[in-house]
């Protein structure tokens, strides 16, 4: 059984940073493609970061290209989002989840495991 635990969220400061983590277990992350997503009060899910287990390539949505980045470490099975100049409307539950493909993905419902979420919060 596979399980995705996602860690580092908290309260931020606009222009600050935050690293947020994805533990796998029960599996590789280099057998995996693994996304991070997140979701705002009062809006839908959205994939914000994806780290492909097939060439490596990776993937970011629009609003937070040169803000964030994705680093994989197969060593530890864990993907590593980095957030800088963060927004408040960053602010968003972000999500961890790993799907049993070499690629990528934008549908949550095409990957099959999910972590329970952790709180990121950028107010001053």
């Known amino acids: 059984q596979v399980t995705v635990v996602e860690s580092g969220g908290g309260l931020v400061q606009p222009g600050g940073s935050l690293r947020l983590s994805c533990s796998v277990s029960?599996?590789?992350?280099?057998?995996?493609?693994i996304g991070w997503f997140r979701q705002a009060p009062g809006k839908e899910r959205e994939e914000v970061s994806c780290?492909?287990?097939?060439?490596?390539?990776?993937y970011w949505t629009d609003s937070v290209k040169g803000r964030f980045t994705i680093s994989r470490d197969v060593a530890k099975n864990m993907v590593t989002l980095q957030m800088s100049s963060l927004k408040p409307e960053d602010t968003a539950v972000y999500y961890c989840?790993?799907?049993?493909?070499?690629?990528?993905?934008?549908?949550?419902?095409?990957?099959?495991?999910w972590g329970q979420g952790t709180q990121v919060t950028v107010s001053s």
């Open positions: 780290f492909s287990s097939g060439d490596g390539s990776r």
């Open positions: 029960g599996g590789s992350v280099g057998h995996y493609a």
């Open positions: 989840a790993a799907r049993r493909a070499a690629v990528c993905a934008s549908q949550e419902l095409l990957y099959d495991y």
